[in-house]
């Protein structure tokens, strides 16, 4: 069997996992069995990377270095936790995946996109979502409202419109492939709207591997 993949992506405080915890319960009360997952840090090598990556102790670090921390949860995530998932034929439900590499190590701290899509690939071994929901909000009214930034949350305008804008590129690259939601429109209406995609997400997969 194969289950479905759908990552949620967006800047910090767009309410990313507000609707995954909606989608996840509708999931169970449907009867579907899901997976609900994170990057980084849901496996215990990606507890001491997110601490690593995100605690403003750590200060200043190389970004090919932080880019390379975040490949290596990627690849073990999927390792440990999606694959399997996938295989038992769950949906898998993650909030955080490669787009936040792209745009947060790529975009944010001015790398080299096609280098940084290249490393991501790799780690995850080209595997992408079903279904990727970009909440997006304008910078000022997301991470700007943070009140104890993380070190990426605290990492300047610049960076996060930077961030923002690649994931919009991204989106637009491949529009079957992603659902672009406003982030601040009532909640229920958006995982409304995220149940309707996935519904449809399921019923492709479904038609896949049927004999």
Not at 178 to 196: D, F, H, S
């Amino acid at each position: 069997m194969t289950g479905a993949f759908v990552a949620f992506e967006g800047g910090d405080g767009v309410g990313k996992s507000t609707q995954v915890r909606l989608l996840a319960q509708w999931a169970r009360e449907n009867g579907i069995a899901a997976t609900v997952t994170f990057e980084p840090g849901d496996t215990a090598a990606g507890q001491a990377i997110r601490r690593i990556v995100l605690d403003p102790a750590t200060g200043d670090l190389a970004p090919r270095a932080e880019a390379l921390l975040y490949a290596a949860d990627k690849a073990h995530h999927l390792h440990a936790v999606v694959r399997p998932a996938l295989r038992r034929g769950e949906l898998v439900i993650c909030d955080r995946y490669v787009d936040s590499m792209l745009a947060y190590q790529g975009a944010g701290r001015v790398l080299d996109l096609d280098e940084v899509t290249s490393v991501a690939r790799w780690a995850t071994d080209g595997l992408l979502p079903d279904l990727t929901v970009l909440l997006d909000l304008d910078t000022e009214r997301a991470v700007g409202t943070i009140a104890e930034p993380d070190r990426l949350e605290g990492a300047g305008a610049d960076f996060h419109q930077r961030a923002r804008l690649l994931f919009l590129e991204l989106a637009a690259a491949e529009p079957d492939r992603y659902l672009v939601l406003p982030a601040r429109e009532p909640r229920r209406e958006l995982a409304a709207r995220v149940r309707e995609r996935v519904e449809q997400v399921l019923s492709e997969v479904a038609g896949r591997i049927e004999p």
